[in-house]
Nanobody, 118 residues
Framework: VQLVESGGGLVQPGGSLRLSCAASGFTFSSYYMSWVRQAPGKGLEWVSD????????NYVDFVKGRFTISRDNAKSTLYLQINSLKPEDTALYYC????????????WGQGTQVTVSS
């Protein structure tokens, strides 16, 4: 199993980014997938998840309306569109495979850094 994130970078407040997570080594469509972030000096924070068939999505309250999770099962890729970025969104963003849809992660990517600063 391998998860590889990309798409992070340095952006100004109000900007946008699209994060990607390329998955391999398992049947991607069979699993919930999540985005989890870690801000500097803080713990892990779940952001969003999506069911394997894309039929159910969940978001932490403070990103609703700004973040959109999606997936392309044909490409085994998970996405996170982040709009209206705020400095407090600065973090290392990880994708993770979720065994149950309840935060039981068994594989993680290496993360992609998002820095929001003027």
């Amino acid at each position: 199993v391998q998860l590889v994130e990309s798409g992070g970078g340095l952006v100004q407040p109000g900007g946008s980014l699209r994060l990607s997570c390329a998955a391999s080594g398992f049947t991607f469509s069979s699993y919930y997938m999540s985005w989890v972030r870690q801000a500097p000096g803080k713990g892990l924070e779940w952001v969003s998840d999506m069911a394997g068939d894309g039929g159910r999505t969940n978001y932490v309250d403070f990103v609703k309306g700004r973040f959109t999770i999606s997936r392309d099962n044909a490409k085994s890729t998970l996405y996170l569109q982040i709009n209206s970025l705020k400095p407090e969104d600065t973090a290392l963003y990880y994708c993770a495979r979720d065994l149950t849809g309840w935060g039981e992660y068994d594989y993680w990517g290496q993360g992609t850094q998002v820095t929001v600063s003027s």
